[in-house]
């Protein structure tokens, strides 16, 4: 029989207890640099703030520190995050929350010769609507393409090979929108579940982002023996939601657990927020 005591909220016994674990928690929004086969393409978000009537300009830089020539096209699709984060892709402009009709770039094919540097400038034009009184988002790609000639017995013909494809987040921010919190919705237990050829148990936890821009988050998830005191080491997971998004996180733990044990999630999004924390008591 599972017993089971919940707790959602933020309280001193808990922060006093794990407050060492978040002083050096950080996250960078925008700065990191995509690698693969030699090519970096920085930023990996773009954060616009044009107000409505004004066009605002950022710009991509791409790099080839290979020894081989790569040739890319670029191309736009609208995206959003579905209920466990994984990201859903539709044609640009079908998306209500859609920015890919605003975006122009200063070159839509980009062919880079070995260690050479490019900068390629992304326009943005915020249209006079009421479309940009919310935040709005897209997703850049840049798709390597690499042409093969292939010949038959009949005729030769061409062929096209997608080797690498990188995506650079859009988003477009008015002044203004407020920034809510991450909380913590639920706590559960979902037994022992099996996929593939993986066993294991599961304590899903869903969060609500319930402010106007897009959030990241650290989520710290200890779970505790509560006759022993040893602790189960379990991986931080790292989450983004988007404005007002509902998403389940899932943390998998041994099959193997016997006994009662204290699971605690912390949620951090930073400086910026109050940590949120939510306790279960699970007996296996």
Known sequence: MLYEKQHLGLTNRLLARYWVFFIGFFYLQCTWTCFAQGISISPSRIFFKGIPGETVQEMITLTNSSSIPFNFTTGLKDWYRDSIGRKVYSDPGTANHSNSQWLKLSESTINLNPNETKRIAVSLTVPQ???ANSLTNSMLFFTQMKEQNKV?????QLGVNVLLEVGVQIYHIPSG???GELDFLAFEDR???SIAADSFRRVALKVK???KINKDAQVRFELTNMQTGKEIPI??????MLPEAVQWIYVDLPLS????YLGVAILDAGNNYELRVAEKEIRY
């Open 129 to 131: 609507d009421s479309s």
């Open 152 to 156: 038959s017995k009949e005729r030769k």
């Open 177 to 179: 929108l407020t920034s």
């Open 191 to 193: 037994g022992a579940i």
């Open 209 to 211: 982002n319930t402010g």
């Open 235 to 240: 991986k931080t997971t790292a989450i983004a």
């Open 257 to 260: 657990l016997k006994g009662k």
